[in-house]
């Protein structure tokens, strides 16, 4: 079962059972120069296991950093691409923390990337569905995340299972390519 978080164009979402799918580990490829658009003919995956760690939101974003150095060239420059991988780098941190205080413990991030967007997956056991708040207020301490979560990226969503849920963020890769 899919819960769409919402899109920027207010479509509603469905998830996506290609993007869901488990592939094997993927080869490194070499770094783009950031001016070539990077290209994923059978996509790029890379999964990193949180349950257990200490710090687990850090780990996650310096797992996201190399990651996205890896396929986009991004975290350098000062540019667009750049602040577009920040934003990336910061709804990881967001995903995480949230399954950390509300989902019982981050279990597994899993960032899967193709020639049209980068998907971002926190998976946890915890059965508690995220909800934005119903109004934002800036001012009060705690709630923004997942209102940051839906500022930055171009769509979110839950998907529920078995053993608990994974949330999932996604950010058009024409975004985190320069000059595209």
Do not use: Y
Request: net charge neutral.
């Amino acid at each position: 079962m899919t819960i769409s978080g919402g899109a920027r164009d207010g479509a509603p979402l469905r998830a996506d059972a290609q993007a869901c799918r488990e592939v094997p580990g993927t080869a490194r490829r070499s770094r783009p120069t950031g001016r070539e658009r990077p290209a994923f003919p059978d996509g790029a995956r890379r999964r990193l296991r949180l349950a257990g760690l200490p710090s687990p939101a850090g780990r996650a974003r310096a797992f996201t950093v190399e990651a996205l150095a890896d396929w986009f060239g991004s975290g350098t420059a000062v540019d667009a691409d750049a602040a577009a991988a920040g934003d990336v780098v910061l709804v990881v941190a967001e995903l995480v923390a949230n399954s950390e205080a509300h989902g019982g413990g981050a279990l597994e991030l899993v960032l899967d990337a193709d020639d049209t967007r980068l998907r971002i997956e926190v998976s946890d056991n915890g059965a508690l569905l995220p909800a934005p708040r119903p109004s934002h207020h800036p001012a009060q301490p705690g709630g923004h995340g997942l209102f940051i979560v839906e500022r930055v990226t171009d769509r979110w969503g839950v998907e529920q299972h078995a053993w608990g849920k994974s949330v999932w963020a996604e950010v058009d890769a024409k975004r985190l390519t320069p000059g595209a």
